[in-house]
Structures are given as structure tokens and as C-alpha cells.
């Protein structure tokens, strides 16, 4: 028989508990690199090759499209503030079944998403060292892998010295380039028409991608009651100033169509503005924060599978936690293999899709569970969304919007991933009895 805890989540042995290690600074870095570098590096160029200067409306309807979704997925954080993120959500209130869906596609989402992360990276890496990409993403994803071994407050602090100096760099970027902006390259604002808006907004809210990292560890955060939600904010609140400055940069000196063409676009618009020097900036930022999103991805993918370890429906030698650093290191060392076969592959159009599909897809069993706990009159958390009757249904419609623009790659790489989730799940066997079955299923 399952044990639970006074919050309705299953109990857990004292050494399958992770340790409060990371304060509000080390939450929003985590946020803010998870955020940042894959979204300014890799798809400002890919919207504004979509959608022309008209990325800009783009990325303002992906925040807000962010922003509904995140309001709820704070209060979930502070009502379950567990290893896992959004699959604890689920789990906790909708059952194993749909905790087992919700965290078998959050999982795959950012396995998907690390290849446009790490092979960014590895381009980056190719423009100054001629290192092949595929190698460059392979030793950046052993490296995050040796420092997360090492401590999760290691890992965390020195995420925050890699996202302080990325965003320093990345304003040098837009402040550089301002006088450089032409108001021509602005006209026709919709070249594409008004659908290239919304399959440029997917990619946008990949961009954006980040907040939920932070309720993913949620269960090693200090004081989650306060620090869950505010760095959740605070993460959307500074990227979106930054996130429209560098497109507007970007569209303003260089054509859509050469944006969305280059491999390393904002160093070809740092170049056009600024030559070498200016190009030298942002090829050192992007690999200092195409490598902070690496790390950030690989803490959530960990999280999520040991939580789901620790909840036997994968294989319980991934709850496994080092009683020195307090991580889950065979999580770690699996989810890295898994981060590398992605690099491999060398796809990065079809991770950025099959993945963006899932992230969106990931969002909507949380927000059911926040609505049947609103229903069952469940208390009031320290932070509580404002104005639910508006907030929830609009944050549905946002989902449904973005994953009808994920388009036919997207929802077939995506729902190929849920439909060999539900395979295992029932191979596994029925988790609607006592409890998850253990592993191997007798």
C-alpha cells in the first residue's frame, strides 16, 4: 500500500528526499538560463524567419500566452513544491494515470529541446574553433553532467554567474546595436500575412520556455512558499524586456529571410553592425548561455525522471540520491546518454518541433488539476491565482492556439513520443490499483 503525505503525494524514504539547497538568486538563474539561451540564439532568428519584423508581435503574444499559463503553475508550485514540476502537480491530484502521461511528455518535451540547446552550442563552439558541432553539444552535455555530480548548490551558483555575465553580454548586444536600426526593415511589418504570426508564436513560447524549470526543482528551493512563485515571475518578467530588445536589434539591421537562414544569426546581425569585435560579444554569450540552458535542462529532465522513480512507474534505480551531494546521480547519468543520442541526431528543426509540441501539450493536465483542487475547496496557498475565472480559461485557449500551430511534424514527433508512453504504461500495468506497481512489473 502506497503511503502519502498530508499533501496527498506518495511518501518517501528520508534518503529519496532532496535537500532546500537553492535560494531565490539560484531559482530565477536557473529560470533565466533554462529561458534565455536557446530562445534569444536559436529562435529569435527562426520567428523573424517565419514571421519577418512582425516576430516582434509574435514574442509579445507568446508572453502573454506564458504568463496565463505561468500565474496558475505558480500556485500549483506552492501547494506541491516537489521534485518534478508539473508531473508532481498531476500526480498528486489526477493519479498515476494521467502523473504517469503528464511526466512521461514533460520529460520527453525538453529531451527534444536540448537538441536545438546543445547543438546551437556546438555551432557556436564550430565559428570559432571548428570544432564539429555534434562534438562541441557532446562535451558540453558531459560537462553539465561532471558539475551537476558535483552538487546541486555547486551547479546552482555557478548558473548564476553564467547567466549574470550572458545577460550582460546580450545587452551589450542590443545597446550596440540601437544607433545601427533601420525603420525601413520594419516595412512590410506582415510580409508573410497574418498566419506566419502564429506558427512564429510557437516558437516564441519555446523561447519563453524556462519558468517551469523552476517548479520542476521545487523540491531542493528554499522557503518554496515565497521563493516558487516570485522566481517563476521574475524569470518571464526579465526575459521579455530582453527577448523584444534583441529582436527588434536583429529585424532592424539584417532581412527576416537572412535570420531565418543563418546558424548563428545574431552574431551575422552583430557583424553587420558592429564587425569582429561585435561578433567576437555575442559568440561568447551565446556559448555562455546556450551552455546555462544545457545545465538547466538537464536538472529538469533528471528531476522529472527520478521523481517518477520514486514513484515507481520508471525504474527505481533512477531515485537513487548521493548521500554526499544530495543529487540523483544515476538520473543524471541516464538523462546526459539521453541529452547526447538527441545531439547526435544532429535534427535540430525536428527536436525544436516534436519538443514544442510537447512542452504545450505538458501545460494542460496541471492546469486540469488546479481546477479540480479549486473545486474540491482545497485552501488557499500562500500565492493564489488572480482572477481564476478569466485566467484558467484563457490559459486552455492559449494552449489549444499554440498547439494548433505546432503543425504536422510537430504533432506527429509528439504524439509518436505519448503513444510509446502509453505503450509502457500498459506494459507496466494498471496503476488504478494499490498503487504503481514495482519494477519490473510481476
Same mark, same amino acid.
Given at each position: 500500500?502506497?503511503?502519502?503525505?498530508?499533501?496527498?503525494?506518495?511518501?518517501?524514504?528520508?534518503?529519496?528526499?532532496?535537500?532546500?539547497?537553492?535560494?531565490?538568486?539560484?531559482?530565477?538563474?536557473?529560470?533565466?538560463?533554462?529561458?534565455?539561451?536557446?530562445?534569444?540564439?536559436?529562435?529569435?532568428?527562426?520567428?523573424?524567419?517565419?514571421?519577418?519584423?512582425?516576430?516582434?508581435?509574435?514574442?509579445?503574444?507568446?508572453?502573454?500566452?506564458?504568463?496565463?499559463?505561468?500565474?496558475?503553475?505558480?500556485?500549483?508550485?506552492?501547494?506541491?513544491?516537489?521534485?518534478?514540476?508539473?508531473?508532481?502537480?498531476?500526480?498528486?491530484?489526477?493519479?498515476?494515470?494521467?502523473?504517469?502521461?503528464?511526466?512521461?511528455?514533460?520529460?520527453?518535451a525538453y529531451v527534444?529541446?536540448?537538441?536545438?540547446?546543445?547543438?546551437?552550442?556546438?555551432?557556436?563552439?564550430?565559428?570559432?574553433?571548428?570544432?564539429?558541432?555534434?562534438?562541441?553539444?557532446?562535451?558540453?552535455?558531459?560537462?553539465?553532467?561532471?558539475?551537476?555530480?558535483?552538487?546541486?548548490?555547486?551547479?546552482?551558483?555557478?548558473?548564476?554567474?553564467?547567466?549574470?555575465?550572458?545577460?550582460?553580454?546580450?545587452?551589450?548586444?542590443?545597446?550596440?546595436?540601437?544607433?545601427?536600426?533601420?525603420?525601413?526593415?520594419?516595412?512590410?511589418?506582415?510580409?508573410?500575412?497574418?498566419?506566419?504570426?502564429?506558427?512564429?508564436?510557437?516558437?516564441?513560447?519555446?523561447?519563453?520556455?524556462?519558468?517551469?524549470?523552476?517548479?520542476?526543482?521545487?523540491?531542493?528551493?528554499?522557503?518554496?512558499?515565497?521563493?516558487?512563485?516570485?522566481?517563476?515571475?521574475?524569470?518571464?518578467?526579465?526575459?521579455?524586456g530582453l527577448y523584444?530588445?534583441?529582436?527588434?536589434?536583429?529585424?532592424?539591421?539584417?532581412?527576416?529571410?537572412?535570420?531565418?537562414?543563418?546558424?548563428?544569426?545574431?552574431?551575422?546581425?552583430?557583424?553587420?553592425?558592429?564587425? &569582429?569585435?561585435?561578433?567576437? !560579444? $555575442?559568440? +561568447? @554569450?551565446?556559448?555562455?548561455?546556450? %551552455? *546555462?540552458? =544545457?545545465?538547466?535542462? #538537464?536538472?529538469?529532465?533528471?528531476?522529472?525522471?527520478?521523481?517518477?522513480?520514486?514513484?515507481?512507474?520508471?525504474?527505481?534505480?533512477?531515485?537513487?540520491?548521493?548521500?554526499?551531494?544530495?543529487?540523483?546521480?544515476?538520473?543524471?547519468?541516464?538523462? &546526459?546518454?539521453?541529452?547526447? !543520442? $538527441?545531439? +547526435? @541526431?544532429?535534427?535540430?528543426?525536428? %527536436? *525544436?518541433? =516534436?519538443?514544442?509540441? #510537447?512542452?504545450?501539450?505538458?501545460?494542460?493536465?496541471?492546469?486540469?488539476?488546479?481546477?479540480?483542487?479549486?473545486?474540491?475547496?482545497?485552501?488557499?496557498?500562500?500565492?493564489?491565482?488572480?482572477?481564476?475565472?478569466?485566467?484558467l480559461p484563457m490559459?486552455?485557449?492559449?494552449?489549444?492556439?499554440?498547439?494548433?500551430?505546432?503543425?504536422?511534424?510537430? %504533432? *506527429?514527433?509528439?504524439?509518436?513520443? #505519448?503513444?510509446?508512453?502509453?505503450?509502457?504504461?500498459?506494459?507496466?500495468?494498471?496503476?488504478?490499483?494499490?498503487?504503481?506497481?514495482?519494477?519490473?512489473?510481476?
Open positions: 500500500m502506497e503511503h502519502t503525505g498530508v499533501d496527498g503525494t506518495p511518501g518517501h524514504d528520508r534518503e529519496r528526499r532532496l535537500r532546500r539547497e537553492l535560494g531565490l538568486r539560484e531559482a530565477v538563474a536557473l529560470g533565466i538560463g533554462g529561458t534565455v539561451g536557446g530562445g534569444i540564439y536559436v529562435l529569435v532568428g527562426a520567428a523573424a524567419g517565419r514571421a519577418g519584423p512582425a516576430a516582434l508581435l509574435a514574442f509579445a503574444l507568446a508572453f502573454l500566452a506564458a504568463l496565463l499559463i505561468a500565474l496558475p503553475y505558480a500556485e500549483l508550485a506552492c501547494r506541491y513544491p516537489l521534485a518534478g514540476g508539473g508531473y508532481a502537480f498531476a500526480r498528486a491530484v489526477l493519479g498515476p494515470r494521467w502523473g504517469f502521461l503528464m511526466g512521461w511528455g514533460y520529460w520527453g527534444f529541446v536540448s537538441g536545438y540547446v546543445t547543438l546551437g552550442f556546438g555551432g557556436y563552439l564550430a565559428a570559432v574553433t571548428g570544432v564539429p558541432p555534434v562534438v562541441g553539444a557532446l562535451g558540453l552535455v558531459a560537462a553539465c553532467l561532471g558539475l551537476n555530480l558535483l552538487g546541486v548548490r555547486v551547479s546552482g551558483r555557478a548558473q548564476a554567474v553564467v547567466v549574470g555575465v550572458a545577460l550582460l553580454g546580450l545587452a551589450g548586444f542590443a545597446l550596440w546595436g540601437l544607433p545601427s536600426v533601420q525603420a525601413a526593415r520594419f516595412e512590410p511589418f506582415l510580409p508573410h500575412g497574418p498566419q506566419s504570426v502564429l506558427a512564429a508564436s510557437l516558437l516564441a513560447f519555446l523561447a519563453f520556455g524556462g519558468f517551469d524549470m523552476v517548479a520542476a526543482a521545487g523540491e531542493e528551493i528554499d522557503r518554496p512558499e515565497r521563493n516558487l512563485p516570485r522566481a517563476i515571475l521574475l524569470t518571464l518578467a526579465c526575459v521579455l523584444l530588445l534583441v529582436c527588434f536589434v536583429a529585424v532592424g539591421v539584417l532581412p527576416g529571410e537572412t535570420l531565418g537562414a543563418s546558424s548563428a544569426s545574431l552574431a551575422d546581425a552583430a557583424d553587420r553592425f558592429g564587425g &569582429a569585435g561585435a561578433r567576437r !560579444l $555575442v559568440v +561568447l @554569450t551565446a556559448l555562455l548561455t546556450t %551552455a *546555462a540552458t =544545457a545545465n538547466a535542462v #538537464l536538472v529538469v529532465t533528471s528531476r522529472i525522471a527520478f521523481a517518477m522513480a520514486r514513484d515507481r512507474l520508471l525504474p527505481h534505480a533512477l531515485a537513487a540520491v548521493g548521500e554526499r551531494t544530495a543529487t540523483p546521480g544515476a538520473s543524471l547519468v541516464a538523462n &546526459a546518454l539521453l541529452l547526447g !543520442l $538527441v545531439a +547526435l @541526431t544532429g535534427s535540430v528543426a525536428f %527536436a *525544436a518541433a =516534436a519538443g514544442g509540441f #510537447l512542452y504545450v501539450a505538458h501545460f494542460v493536465p496541471p492546469l486540469a488539476a488546479l481546477v479540480v483542487l479549486r473545486r474540491r475547496g482545497q485552501g488557499t496557498p500562500a500565492f493564489a491565482t488572480p482572477l481564476p475565472g478569466a485566467v490559459a486552455f485557449a492559449a494552449c489549444a492556439v499554440l498547439l494548433a500551430g505546432s503543425g504536422v511534424t510537430g %504533432a *506527429a514527433g509528439g504524439l509518436g513520443w #505519448l503513444a510509446a508512453g502509453l505503450a509502457c504504461h500498459r506494459l507496466w500495468g494498471s496503476l488504478s490499483r494499490a498503487g504503481p506497481p514495482a519494477w519490473p512489473p510481476a
